[in-house]
Structures are given as C-alpha cells and as structure tokens.
C-alpha cells in the first residue's frame, strides 16, 4: 500500500468508527448530556490572556492574586485564586452574564453542575445567579462547601427546580478564606426527571386536601404547641387563660404521642399560660414567663408576668427549672441564634409595664444572663413580637405582634443585638392593624424572604384585613414590597367575606413541598371564625385559593403545625364567651394524594457538622431535599419556623445533602429532614441535628 493508500485507509476507519459511535449513542441521551458551560475546560483564552466567557468577580479588601495555572486537571489551564489576608469579601471566577456566555436554561428543570477543584481552605462555596426575564440578574442560592484537597477533585451539585422567568444562569466557586482554589473542567447537564403520569383518584382531596377532626379531645387547653424531637407534641395550657383555674393553682401540659393517639399528663410547675418557648440544641424545650396574675377585680393591676423559667425534656416529659430571667414576661417573644443562644424580648413585666430588658439566655451555661451581662437597648417591643434571625445574625422585627396598635414608627425593624442598633424598615402597609397577622421566613431560608399575613386590632376591632407584605432580607436596605390580597372566605352559616374582610389569628405552615399553607383566623376580637385555607407558593407569589378548610374554627389562641409524617395539625379556639375548643383537626395536604411517597432507606449520620455533606439513600428519584425546623408556635407566632434548602449531590439513589456553612441560615438544633419526590410527594421526616 501506498502512503496515499494508507492514510485513506485510516480515514475510513476512523469515519467508520465514528458511525459506529454515532448509532450506539441515542440521540435523545446525547442531548442530555451536553455540556451546557461555554469553555469548561477554560483552554479557549481572549486577547488578554484570561478566559473566553470568564470574569474576575468578588469584592472586599483581600490581598488576592487572581489568573490561570498550568498544568490543568486536563489541557494547559486551571483559574487560581489566591487570598493572602481576607477580611471581608470573595473572589471567584465566574460565567459571563451575557447571553453568548452565560448557559441558557428552561423553568422547572434541574442541571447538575459540576467542577475540579483544588483548595488549601474550605472557606469555599459553590455560588448561582440567575436571570430573571423581568428582574436581569439576580443572586439565585449557594449550593455546596468544598472540602479542602491537594489533589485534583470532583464536586457535583443538582440545582433546584429553575424558577419561573429564568432563562439563564451562570455560576462558579467564591472563596472567602485566606488559601488557594484551583478549578478546572465545569460541567452543566440537564438531569430534570421525567414528570409521572398524574393518577390521583381522590377527587377533591387531589387539590384541596383534607381535613379530619379527631374522634378524640386534647386533655388540656393546646394554648402553646411544640413539636419535639421525638415525634410528639407538647401542649401547653398552663391556666388555660381560665382565671378559675389560675386561683385553683391548676396548671396544665400533655403531650400527644401521634403514633398512639394517646397523652401523657405532665406535672407543671407554674402558670405557662401566654410564656414563650423554643427548642434548644439538645431537642429540649426552653420556656421562659408565663402568668404570674390575672388582673385583679377591683382595676388595680393588669395581667403580670413571671420571670421564672424552665426546661422540659421530652426524653423524660418533665419540667425543670432554671435560673429567674431579670425582668417578667408575659408575650415574651424567643428567638433561637445561630450558636444556639436564645433572644428573648418584649412581654409585659412582673408590674403590668412593659418589659424594654433585653434577655439572653446562654446555652452553654444552660442561664440567663443577669441584665448588665447582656446588651440592652431598653426597647419595649410589644407583645409576641415576631422577631426573625437573619442570615446575617441580626433580628428582623417584622410588625407581626398580639394586642392592638403596631409599635411606633414605621412598625417595622432590624435589631442589631450585637451594635445595639435598631432601624426602621418602610413599607409595611396599616400597620397599627397587624395584630395577630402571622410571619414567616419564606421556603428556602436561604433566600432570606419573609411574608406577613393579615391582621386585624383587638382595640379598634375593625374587620380583619387581607394584606400581606414581603420583604427581601438580603438587601442592603431591606423594605416591604405589598403581596398579594389574601383569599377571602366564609363566615359562621356559610355568609361569604366581602372583598375588604380578611383574617387575624392566621396560622401560616411550611410545607415540605415548598409551600405555605395558610390557616384558620377570625374577622374580630375572639368572634366570627372565617373558613378559609390557601396555598401560597413562594416561587410563584400567588396563592391558591380554595383548599379544605378546617371544620373547627380556629381564632384566639389556636395554632397549626407541621407533623413529622408531612400533616398539618390544628389545635385551639378560644372566644369571647371564655369557652375553649378542645377539638384536634389533622389536614392531609394534595401532595399526600399525588403518588407513591419516597422511602429514606438509611442516612449516614444524623450529626450534620455545617459546610458538610451528609449521605442518604432512597428508593427513587428525588427531586429536592430540605431540613424543616419543628415548630414551637402560639398566638400566630413562630419565628423560629424555618425550611433550609439542601443541594444534592446525585450518584443514583445515593444523595449527598449539601448543608449550609452559615448557622444563621440552620440555627443548631434538631431538625426534621425531608426529601420530595418528582411527582411533588414528600417522605416522611427523619431526624437529623445540625451544628
Ligand atoms: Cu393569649
């Protein structure tokens, strides 16, 4: 053969090979998997020697150095980022936010993105912006931490659904640590499993859900709820706001055991009624104030707080107690930090007054701190204010309290314990009528969103409204943004609201699929329950109207929760006549008629340090995962009820759950862990602890 010969030879080979490559790859997984990131491998360089759809991006007052290294994981290059000091700030190298960079991607489909990465630090995230169609560019969520390593390593991580309006996105790893980061050979493919055959038989329930009211009574007044780390349900009345009971010095708790639909009376200490709680990292519950006096008959004194507090263990269903706090609480709110220190502020004092200490309880001494060990702003924050930690550890105010006029001001704030500063936020509209409304910090607590539902005034009494309002925490100056009108419902005889009538003593549930389920309430002081119960989707920011209602009513001191099993119970009801509604109502969400559930066949540990990633597997195809904290929640106040979004990291039906670095974003404690599959059907929850 001649040299000519032979190199046509090879050619038809090499073409035949091709074919034969070519016809055993079907074109619909070829498809699937392309690459979607313009030059991955960063080998493709522009006229100043950086790489074609890259940019230096970050900001902050490092010592950095910043460009390409070679060898690469493959081919020549690698980008390097180097901090030498970092205190402030990131650096990364991301995509090109324009439209011949950046990847193009469809609404409700999921991408796993993938890099190969070196790093000395683990200060290190995996950060998504997106582009909203209306909005341009906006920050979307951090996915994951890389470990530190010394040799060449892959990290892959699954998006969550793309939100409506995006078209594009683009990504890459920040470093914010003193160290080195090398990245090479990204990779972006859609992964978005095929939506099931929908097949649900249950008629209404597909879309509404469903409401049962229990064949049996709660024992005791269901004034305070707290779900406990091992399934159950703490009921707390105290008194039960029934001054007989008070003179009588009959105080009252149960907890409900779901599993048997039984309770067990635990022994209380004092007058819980109208105290604060919240679950600290151990699982325990601490309780702070309560009643110390109803007012007295003769005009000379309103209702007092207590200043004593306790502890109940759900291990053995029993009170302890702990140091006094230095002022009385009565409506005291309590906020979990990150660390797992816990925020108590506002209540009336052991005088009637108005309690303006700020009280810091110190887990790790498991006390409260006397008043000049904690910083005190000598604020009166009203009763039950709602008070949310943000990412960045300060407090969110949000106007959301009990009993009459908003605070003064805009009623609207950001605390700083910390600097001892307090400054207003605009935006929140009527707000002298936002007694009882409800707050929540919006599903994923990473986009730091919350929602304030309703509201009436028990002074005033007008009707009840059907405002909301949103508000953005991670903007430098965050401001209220008006949302959409709550639906209206019906009254007592099926009397429909009209169009001005809304709600207070609303009760707002984070769903494991996402959504707030929005409950229960009243048009006025302890009278005319209104029969109304939506959906409100944070991705979307419309409600659904229409779901089930709950055939009891539920005002005055009632309050919905989430179950473990992925329910929503409703305890509670207390009208103006004195009466209390010992009827329990379990709603059983749409999602629970759409399919199968997901089994969570093992998880690796349930200790979940933060910055890690944490190994379960399951029986199918998921679609996200997410760590729910448990609710402790009365008087339409939970400000500790928080849903933390997990990237996954997907290798078949082995998930790695990508948990947050930042404790502000997952305060220490337990958590209930579900994860929903793709037809939107959540498990049931597993434990895990967090920090
Ligand atoms: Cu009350």
């Not at 040299?3 to 070519?22: E, G, N, S």
């Not at 006029?405 to 700083?416: A, E, F, V």
Request: proline share 7%.
């Amino acid at each position: 053969m001649s040299r000519t010969d032979r190199k046509r030879l090879a050619q038809a080979l090499i073409l035949a090979l091709i074919a034969v490559l070519a016809a055993a790859v079907p074109t619909g997984a070829a498809q699937a998997s392309a690459n979607l990131v313009a030059n991955p491998g960063l080998e493709g360089l522009d006229s100043t020697g950086f790489p074609v759809c890259w940019e230096r991006s970050g900001w902050g007052d490092q010592s950095f150095t910043f460009g390409l290294t070679s060898p690469g994981h493959t081919g020549a290059e690698a980008m390097q980022i180097t901090l030498a000091t970092s205190p402030n700030g990131d650096r990364k190298a991301m995509m090109l936010e324009n439209p011949s960079c950046a990847p193009n991607v469809t609404p409700g489909h999921q991408y796993d993105l993938s890099a190969w990465y070196k790093t000395t630090t683990a200060n290190t995230v995996m950060t998504m912006f997106r582009h909203d169609v209306a909005q341009g560019w906006v920050y979307w969520t951090d996915l994951a931490t890389l470990p530190v390593t010394s040799a060449w390593a892959q990290k892959t991580v699954r998006t969550p659904q793309v939100p409506p309006n995006t078209d594009q996105i683009v990504w890459g790893v920040t470093i914010y640590g003193v160290g080195t980061l090398q990245t090479d050979d990204y990779a972006m493919n859609d992964v978005t499993a095929p939506a099931p055959d929908a097949s649900c038989s249950a008629g209404d329930a597909c879309t509404k859900g469903v409401w049962q009211v229990l064949p049996f009574n709660s024992p005791v007044r269901g004034i305070h709820t707290v779900v406990l780390k091992n399934g159950n349900v703490l009921l707390v009345a105290g008194s039960g706001n029934d001054p007989n009971a008070f003179a009588a010095g009959t105080f009252t708790t149960a907890v409900y055991q779901p599993a048997t639909g039984t309770f067990i009376n635990v022994p209380t200490p004092a007058d819980l009624f109208c105290s604060g709680h919240v679950q600290l990292p151990d699982g325990r519950v601490l309780i702070m104030g309560g009643n110390k006096a109803y007012p007295a008959a003769d005009g000379s004194h309103g209702y007092e707080g207590l200043k004593s507090s306790y502890i109940f263990d759900p291990a053995t269903n029993s009170y302890s107690r702990v140091n006094d706090m230095s002022a009385g609480a009565w409506y005291p709110s309590a906020t979990a930090l990150g660390n797992g220190d816990v925020l108590s502020l506002g209540g009336l004092g052991e005088d009637s007054s108005g309690t303006v200490a700020t009280q810091y309880f110190k887990t790790s001494q498991t006390r409260w701190l006397g008043l000049n060990e904690a910083n005190q702003s000598w604020s009166f924050w009203g009763l039950y204010p709602s008070m949310i930690l943000m990412q960045d550890g300060r407090l969110f105010y949000t106007g959301s309290h009990v009993f009459g006029n908003g605070l003064s001001g805009t009623g609207s704030s950001i605390y700083n314990y910390t600097a001892n500063t307090i400054t207003p936020v605009a935006g929140l509209q009527n707000k002298d009528q936002r007694d009882q409304s409800m707050s929540v910090l919006l599903p994923p607590a990473q986009d730091q969103k919350v929602i304030t539902l309703g509201g009436g005034n028990i002074e005033s009494n007008p009707d009840a409204n059907r405002l909301t309002d949103l508000i953005d925490l991670k903007q430098a100056t965050p401001a209220y943004t008006a949302g959409p009108l709550l639906p209206t419902g019906t009254l007592t005889g099926g009397v429909a609201e009209t169009t001005t009538q809304g709600k207070m003593y609303v009760s707002a549930v984070l769903l494991p699929d996402g959504k707030v389920f929005e409950t229960g309430g009243g048009l006025h002081n302890r009278a005319d329950p209104v029969y109304e119960a939506s959906m409100y989707n944070p991705a979307t920011n419309t409600f659904t109207a229409g779901m089930a209602t709950d055939p009891v009513p539920r005002t005055y001191h009632s309050s919905a929760f989430l179950l473990p099993d992925g329910r929503v119970m409703a305890v509670g009801n207390n009208p103006g006549d004195g009466s209390f509604d010992m009827r329990l109502s379990i709603y059983s969400p749409p999602y629970l008629f759409q399919g199968a559930r997901p089994q969570v066949l093992s998880v690796a540990s349930n200790q979940w340090a933060y910055g890690s990633t944490n190994t379960i597997t399951v029986d199918g195809s998921i679609l996200k995962a997410e760590l729910i904290r448990p609710e402790a929640v009365t008087h339409s106040s939970d400000p500790n009820q928080r849903y933390v979004d997990l990237p996954m990291s997907v290798n078949g039906n082995t998930i790695g759950l990508n948990l947050t670095s930042n404790p502000n974003i997952a305060p220490t404690g337990w958590y209930m862990l579900f994860v929903v599959g793709t037809d939107g059907v959540p498990s049931v929850a597993q434990w895990v602890h967090v920090g």
